[in-house]
């Protein structure tokens, strides 16, 4: 009997009990602990550090992290599950969490030497957040063309230039940071360091005034002169293109997870409302049209969620899964928006304004079609594959 057959074949969103647990405990905690600030963090653009602190506390910023590092040893469906339910309730919240583990821990895990994984990963299992900075001001899609360099220099490198539009950057302790040893080398190139906040010549700069997830920080990083031993190079120079490749192929799986809680969370909010708001003498839930359009957006969130946890269950068991990822991340972010959109109509005036909460999902969910691999790009990887 192969592991193939049918035996063994559990239906995708069928939970393990520890999958199952952790997401109720991440449930309760993003109740609890989050929606009552969610508002009050859109409009500050800031996650507290009270707030960090508790992520932290929950495990949840260290979720494959092994034991043996003070990690919570736990899987990348974990993980996929943690930014699902706390993106249910904010997604920035949800985006925080998915970027230190499905990016930051990810690469460390997969390419830190035993120095580095003794030197970083408790504190990233403890009280570090993470930053990935890859993007730059003229390499977004074409993210190999980027420029930020790295310089030989006694025992290491000297970097100078600017990444733009980095998630966690006013959280972070630690930075992954893409920068080319030899330009001319092209994707051969690219290097991946690890930058600490108070290294010499270092600074995290202006921060992005955003249409949604507000609260997530999003800013410009500056390098002039900034000396990084070779000890904080992940993997080898010039594989850090290898490095950015596949762990941004997993990491679009959390984006999928991101946007199906998002999509999950404004659902939810629609079926409640629609049972409570009155017109025309009953629940405009009792209405054919309405319950078809709810009908219609649970269509698309179940077809996301299998999308999503196909991704994730077969990144998990070591299979392919790079067209499943674009397909997951693509999909759930097109989900995300039109069920905020619907959510929205079907709030009325009420969906439109600050009191309730979908306009705020509405805005947060445009970012699913863009940062990780815009739309386009992930139509060509579904396109390379279809075509051969
Ligand atoms: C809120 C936010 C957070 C982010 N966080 C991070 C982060 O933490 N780390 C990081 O490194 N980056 C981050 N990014 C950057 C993000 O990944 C890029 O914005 C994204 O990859 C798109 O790049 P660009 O903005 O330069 O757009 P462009 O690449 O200029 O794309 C503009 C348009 O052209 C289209 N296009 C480009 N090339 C092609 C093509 N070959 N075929 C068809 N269409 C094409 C795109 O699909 C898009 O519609 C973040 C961005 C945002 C907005």
Known sequence: MTEDTAEHALPLTILAEDEAILRDSVREFADAHVRPLVREMDEHAKIPRELVNRLFELGVMGVEIPETYGGSGGTFFHAVLAVEELSRVDPSVGVLVDVQNTLVINALLRWGSEDIKRRYLPRLASNVVGAYALSEAGSGSDAFALTTSARRDREGF??????LWITNANEADLFLVFATIDPAAGYRGITAFLVERGFDGFAVGKKEDKLGIRASSTCELIFEDCYVHEGNILGAPGKGYKT??????EGRIGIGAQMIGLAKGALQHAVAYTKERKQFGKAIADFQA????????????????????????????GRPFLTEAAI????????????????VNLFGGNGFVKDYPVEKLYRDAK??????????????????QILG
Do not use: F, M, P
């Not at 000297?158 to 990444?163: A, E, F, H, I, S």
């Open 158 to 163: 000297v970097l100078n230039g600017r990444k």
């Open 244 to 249: 950015a490749i596949e762990t941004l192929n």
């Open 290 to 317: 309405v319950q078809h359009q709810l009908a219609r957006a649970a269509v698309d969130v179940e077809a996301a969620t299998l999308a999503v946890y196909n991704a994730a269950r077969l990144r998990e068991a």
């Open 328 to 343: 997951c991340k693509i999909l759930s972010s097109e989900v995300a928006e039109r069920v905020t959109s619907l959510a």
């Open 367 to 384: 970012i699913g079609q863009i940062y990780e691999g815009t739309s386009n790009l992930q139509l060509q990887t579904i396109a390379k």
